[in-house]
C-alpha cells in the first residue's frame, strides 16, 4: 500500500520540525528524501514508522545508533527475522537464506563473528543496513544510510535496493547519488515539502538553490544531470 | 551456524554441572566436614545418616548453598539486563537505587532497635524489604513521569535516590554511632541468615523472574537497535522497558533484602559470560545465572571456612576474588581481539 500522509505537523516546542505536510509515497518504488539540516527530513521518517508500524513491519535504520551493541555481526543481522509470537527462535531456512543475503548484499559476511563493538562506523551502518534487509518488511525506511560508506559501498547500497524493488524511503544528502537511483525524490525545506515527483522534474537548478540557499550548476553527463554547489 | 548454537547449549550444559558439583562440594565443608555420599544421602533422603549430619546439610548449609545459587544468578542476570537496556557496560543492579533503599530500611531498624520477628521475618530482613520497595516505587514514578519508561529518567532518578538514601544512612550512623559497626556489617552482605523458608521465596520469585527474563530476552537484543527500529519489528520500547525494570527490581528487592548488598557480581559476571562469547541476551542471561551462581557460592564457601568459625564480609569477597580473575578474561579477549584483527 502507498503511504499516504496528509495534514501532518510535528513540534518540538514552538519549533515546527514537520510543517502541514501531505504527500503520498508510492508503493514498490525508492524514494529519496533530500534537503538543508533540520529541515524535517529525519522527523518524516520517523513519524511513518510510528504511525504505520501497527498495521505492517518497517525495516527502519537510523542515522547512528548509540552505545555498546555486544553482538556478533550475524546476530545483528539474524534481529531482522525476530518474529514475536515465537517463543524458541529458531531460524527456518528462509530466515538462513535471508539472512545470508543481506549480508553478501552488505559484503559484511566476513565480520560474521566479530563483535560489532570492535567494527569501524562504516562496517556497523552495513551491518544495521543488513538486518533492515533481512527483515524483509514490506518498507525499508534508511536514514542517511551512506553518512559512514565509501563511495563504492554507498554505490552498492543503493544498486541493491534499487535492483531488490522493494518499497524504501532514504534520506541522502548525496544530490546525484540519490538523483541516479530514486524513482521518486521529496525535497524539502523548513519542515515544508518544496517538490515532489521523480528526479527529472522535482529537480533543477533553482529549486535546489532555493533549498539548500546556495547556488547550484548543472552539467549533464550522457543522459544524467548532474548537479554541483558553486558556492553561498 | 548449527555449531555455534550447540555450542551455547554445551556451556550451558558444562556451567549447570559445575554448579552442582559446587553445590555438593560447598555441603562438604565447613566446621564439620561430612563426606559427599552422607550430603547426597541427606539432601535426597536416600539412604541413613546420623541425625546431626542431617540437620547440618538441610537446616544449615543446603538452604545458604540455595540462597547464595540464586542470589548470585539473580544479580547476575539483572547486571546483563541493565548492561543490555543502558547499552553501557558499566551499569549494574545499583543504578536502579533498589539497593540504597533495602539498605536504608535495614539501616532504619538497626538503628532504632525495631528488632521483632514477623511470621519468620526479621525486622531487618522486612525493613529492607520495605526500603527497597519504597525506592523502586520513587524511581519508577519519577522515570515515568512524561508518562513513557524513559532510560535516561531511570538512571537519573535511580542515582539521585540513591544518592539522597545514602546520604540518609550515613547521617543515622553519624547520630547513632553504636549501631554503625552493625549497620556497616549488614552492608557488607552476609548469608548467614538464610532459611528453608526465606530461601523458598526467593526461588520461587528468582524462577518466575528468570522465566519472564527469558521469554523478553530477544526484545532486549532488539532495543539495542534504537526506538524506531524495534517499532518497526513490533517490539514497544516503553512497555519492554518497563516490564524488563519492574521485573528486574522485584528480583533485586529480594536478593539485596535476603544477603546485603553484594558488588561486583552483577557488574562483571555479564561481562565474564561476553568473554565466553556468548553474545545474545537469552544465552546470556542463562549463563548469567549459572556462573552468576557458581561464582557467588565459591564466594560464600570461602567467606565462611576461611577463618571459621568466623565470616569474611561476602561483598569484600566477591571484589577480592573476581577483580584479578575478571582483569585476567579482559586481557585474555583483548590479546583475542587483536590477534583477529
Known sequence: MNLELKNVTKAYGSFKALDDVSVTIPEGKLTVIMGPNGCGKTTLLRYIVNAFASKMPIAYVPQETYGSIGMTARDVVSLGRYDKSKFYISESEEDKKLISDAMRYMEVEKYSDRNLDTLSSGEKQRVFIARALAQNAPWTLLDEPTSNLDVRHSDILMSTISSLKRSSVIVLHDINLGSLYADNVILMKQGKILSCGTPDKALNCDILSKAYDTHFMSAQIGDRSVYVSSGV | MEKKRHNVWY???????????????????????????????????????????????????????????????????????????????????????????????????????????????????????????????????????????????????????????????????????????????????????????????????????????????????????????????????????????????????????????????????????????????????????????????????????????????????????????????????????????
Not at chain 2, 198 to 215: P, Q
Not at chain 2, 229 to 239: E, I, K, N, W
Open chain 2, 11 to 341: 556451556k550451558v550444559l558444562i556451567s549447570a554441572v559445575i554448579l552442582l558439583a559446587v553445590m555438593a562440594l560447598s555441603c562438604c565443608v565447613g566446621s564439620v566436614k561430612i563426606p559427599v555420599k552422607d550430603v547426597i544421602k541427606a539432601v535426597t533422603g536416600y539412604g541413613e545418616v546420623s541425625k546431626a549430619t542431617y540437620t547440618i546439610v538441610n537446616k544449615v548449609r543446603f538452604p545458604r548453598i540455595c540462597m547464595a545459587s540464586l542470589v548470585g544468578g539473580g544479580l547476575a542476570m539483572i547486571g546483563a539486563v541493565m548492561q543490555g537496556l543502558f547499552k553501557n557496560p558499566m551499569a549494574d543492579p545499583s543504578i536502579l537505587g533498589i539497593s540504597s533503599g533495602s539498605a536504608f530500611g535495614a539501616a532504619v531498624v538497626i538503628v532504632f532497635d525495631l528488632n521483632f520477628i514477623f511470621h519468620g521475618f526479621t525486622g531487618t530482613y522486612l525493613g529492607a524489604m520495605a526500603g527497597a520497595l519504597l525506592a523502586w516505587f520513587l524511581v519508577y514514578n519519577i522515570a515515568r513521569i512524561s508518562g513513557e519508561h524513559d532510560l535516561n529518567s531511570t538512571l537519573l532518578a535511580g542515582i539521585a535516590i540513591s544518592s539522597v538514601l545514602s546520604a540518609l544512612i550515613t547521617l543515622l550512623m553519624t547520630i547513632h554511632r553504636e549501631s554503625m559497626e552493625q549497620v556497616y556489617l549488614w552492608m557488607l552482605g552476609s548469608f548467614s541468615n538464610s532459611t528453608a523458608q526465606r530461601t523458598i521465596y526467593v526461588a520461587i520469585v528468582t524462577a518466575a523472574c528468570f522465566v519472564i527474563l527469558i521469554i523478553m530476552a530477544p526484545r532486549i537484543d532488539i532495543l539495542k537497535l534504537g526506538r524506531e527500529a524495534a517499532t518497526g519489528l513490533g517490539v514497544s520500547t516503553s512497555r519492554t522497558t518497563g516490564i524488563l525494570l519492574c521485573v528486574c527490581s522485584l528480583l533485586l528487592a529480594f536478593c539485596v533484602a535476603n544477603s546485603g548488598i553484594i558488588g561486583f557480581v552483577g557488574l562483571i559476571i555479564p561481562h565474564c559470560v561476553g568473554f565466553m562469547r556468548v553474545y545474545k541476551m537469552r544465552g546470556k542471561l542463562i549463563m548469567c545465572f549459572l556462573v552468576g551462581a557458581v561464582f557467588t557460592l565459591l564466594c560464600d564457601t570461602l567467606a565462611r571456612t576461611v577463618i571459621a568459625p568466623g565470616e569474611i564480609a561476602i561483598g569484600a569477597l566477591t571484589s577480592l576474588v573476581g577483580a584479578p580473575y575478571f582483569l585476567y578474561l579482559m586481557l585474555k579477549n583483548l590479546i583475542r581481539e587483536r590477534r583477529m584483527r
